[in-house]
């Protein structure tokens, strides 16, 4: 038991370099509020002519007082692509949201009345991911599941009749799914 505990021990030391430090990532070229990026000595070349039609899903729900992981992920996906030569105007970018993840979407009144006057740290992410032709798609059965209108929503926010029906749609305009 001893020599075993020793053991994960010496691997998870052994491992701690290989892990990316937080030093190492830096706020990114198009969006510079969220989504830091870290410099990456690539082996795998990004054409010099490619373009992206990315889509996100998320229904896990921001903790308080934080943006939600996806926003800081889809803006991450932006930065990383532009700061490594993409142009932004070949980089598409959608973020489907349902389940639990529905209140992150809505504007500043809706969210206080139903969060103990709390205030949603998402507005200004989702507001400057809008402002970035970063469409933001909310699953209308989730909204419906959560009494959310479009009027509850930060403006620019779009409703969909459902996540599934959103993603399909993206993935007929040419998205892929991003795993992550």
Do not use: W
Not at 61 to 77: C, H, L, P, Q, V
Not at 95 to 116: E, K, M, P
Not at 132 to 161: F, K, T, W
């Amino acid at each position: 038991m001893l020599k075993t505990a020793a053991f994960f021990l010496a691997a998870t030391l052994a491992a701690t370099p290989l892990i990316a430090q937080p030093s190492a990532f830096h706020s990114g070229p198009a969006i510079t509020e969220f989504g830091a990026v870290a410099p990456v000595e690539m082996t795998m070349a990004i054409p010099p002519n490619a373009s992206f039609a990315v889509a996100f899903d998320t229904s896990t729900r921001a903790d308080a007082g934080e943006i939600n992981r996806t926003f800081d992920s889809a803006a991450r996906f932006i930065n990383m692509h532009v700061a490594a030569g993409v142009p932004a105007e070949n980089i598409r970018v959608a973020v489907v949201v349902h389940g639990g993840a529905s209140l992150d979407l809505t504007n500043s009144d809706f969210y206080a009345a139903r969060q103990d006057g709390a205030e949603n740290a998402n507005v200004a992410a989702i507001e400057t991911l809008l402002a970035n032709d970063v469409r933001i798609i909310l699953c209308g059965q989730s909204a419906a599941y959560h009494e959310i209108g479009v009027g509850d929503l930060v403006p620019g926010v779009e409703m969909a009749l459902s996540a599934m029906t959103a993603h399909a749609l993206l993935q007929q305009q040419g998205s892929t799914l991003n795993p992550f």
